[in-house]
């Protein structure tokens, strides 16, 4: 519970909190995950629309960093996304 202290406690709006909490669930050791925006959404109920916007919101307040991935053929892949919950 202490790891999502800094989460609760943000400004950030509902939709980024459930965001954040969904890619914790996924995420690795290292707090890396890769799910699709449209995985997330289908999971979480909500739109793709709402999902880019709450990425968005934890993107500006450093809660997450993301990188583009791509396929070996050069098509894009879903989002390598790296969790932060102490942002500076």
Same mark, same amino acid.
């Given at each position: 519970?202490?790891?999502?202290? #800094?989460?609760?406690?943000?400004? !950030?709006?509902?939709?980024? &909190? @459930?965001?954040?909490?969904?890619?914790?669930? %996924?995420?690795?050791?290292?707090?890396?995950?890769?799910?699709?925006?449209?995985?997330?959404?289908?999971?979480?109920?909500?739109?793709? #629309?709402?999902?880019?916007?709450? !990425?968005?919101?934890?993107? &500006? @307040?450093?809660?997450?960093?993301?990188?583009? %991935?791509?396929?070996?053929?050069?098509?894009?892949?879903?989002?390598?996304?790296?969790?932060?919950?102490?942002?500076?």
């Amino acid at each position: 519970m202490a790891y999502f202290t #800094s989460v609760y406690q943000s400004e !950030l709006p509902h939709r980024a &909190k @459930s965001v954040f909490m969904y890619l914790h669930d %996924r995420a690795d050791h290292n707090r890396k995950c890769y799910p699709a925006i449209g995985t997330i959404a289908r999971e979480l109920n909500l739109s793709r #629309s709402t999902v880019k916007r709450a !990425l968005s919101d934890l993107e &500006k @307040s450093g809660y997450l960093r993301k990188e583009q %991935r791509w396929r070996e053929n050069g098509g894009k892949s879903s989002n390598l996304y790296f969790l932060n919950s102490n942002p500076q």
